[in-house]
């Protein structure tokens, strides 16, 4: 979620700008009579909002100003007399073996880490990650602490190529939908899609010895999501998927009913739960 108070006032956008700079703007626009908030975009960056049109006029003209003399003892000499300071976050950057920078306390790269964990765990001693966290029809829910095995299944994979395929489509998607909507927002998506793909893809499997795992059906029902939800006009370029992918991904859920091995309930549950969460979103005046 953004870290910033928000408040209905605050709707007049004024600019966006990096978190260090966004903050001193802001503390100089209060410190002139400006009211201004915060509220966190995309990629990094705050949106500076005010509460009315001849604020956000002034608010303009400080921002050229900004532009022109970025260094002026005016634009932080207010943050140092509210005594604010900027928090670090833990961030892994950009460099010759990791293709992007994202921080580490993030819902998307904790899930990620949760996958990557259990499958290293899993070249060691496959059978018990297997037994203990993937799903199987003949399981007996005989106590109320074995229901986590709903839900875990999704961050258990059999192989490298399913588990890259799986964290680079998710990477792409989900990183996106916690910038842009919070991590609540994320997380309501992972709990729903997983858990009730699971359930559906337990119950109608047909193997009693087979097991079933793999985040592949939050990632189809994150990819129906943002298919139906980039259809809006209001949100930031970074979150449009490109076209045709949700086609695509339903055209290959379809085809995976040709083969064997495949958890294809889990996907088409996946991707429909996807779509409805897109669709309810998408109607949604005050989504941000």
Excluded at 60 to 72: C, H, I, N, W, Y
Excluded at 127 to 140: H, K, N
Excluded at 173 to 195: C, D, H, N
Aim: glycine share 8%; aromatic share 14%.
């Amino acid at each position: 979620m953004a870290e910033f108070e928000i408040v209905d006032d605050f709707t007049y956008e004024v600019c966006l700008l990096p978190r260090e700079k966004a903050l001193g703007f802001v503390d100089h626009l209060n410190s002139i009579g400006i009211k201004a908030k915060l509220k966190e975009s995309y990629s990094g960056h705050y949106g500076v909002f005010v509460t009315n049109e001849l604020d956000m006029a002034r608010a303009k003209r400080e921002v050229l100003r900004f532009a022109g003399s970025p260094f002026d003892s005016s634009f932080t000499k207010a943050s140092w007399e509210k005594g604010k300071t900027v928090r670090n976050v833990k961030e892994i950057k950009s460099s010759l073996y990791l293709p992007m920078s994202f921080d580490i306390t993030s819902l998307t790269t904790i899930v990620e880490l949760i996958c990557i964990a259990l499958y290293a765990v899993s070249l060691f001693n496959e059978d018990w990650v297997i037994q203990t966290f993937a799903l199987s029809r003949q399981e007996v829910f005989s106590s109320i602490t074995d229901y986590y095995r709903l839900l875990t299944p999704a961050f258990v994979h059999f192989g490298f190529m399913h588990i890259a395929f799986n964290l680079v489509m998710f990477e792409a998607l989900g990183r996106p939908i916690e910038k842009t909507f919070g991590k609540s927002k994320l997380f309501s998506l992972i709990i729903s899609i997983a858990l009730l793909s699971n359930v559906l893809q337990y119950c109608f499997m047909t193997d009693n010895y087979g097991y079933f795992g793999g985040l592949s059906g939050v990632v189809y029902g994150i990819i129906g999501y943002c298919g139906v939800l980039s259809k809006r006009e209001d949100l930031p370029e970074s979150f449009m998927i490109p076209r045709g992918l949700l086609t695509v991904s339903i055209v290959f859920i379809l085809l995976g009913f040709l083969f064997s091995g495949i958890a294809n309930l889990c996907h088409l549950c996946g991707v429909v739960i996807g779509i409805l969460w897109g669709f309810y979103d998408l109607k949604k005046k005050n989504l941000f």
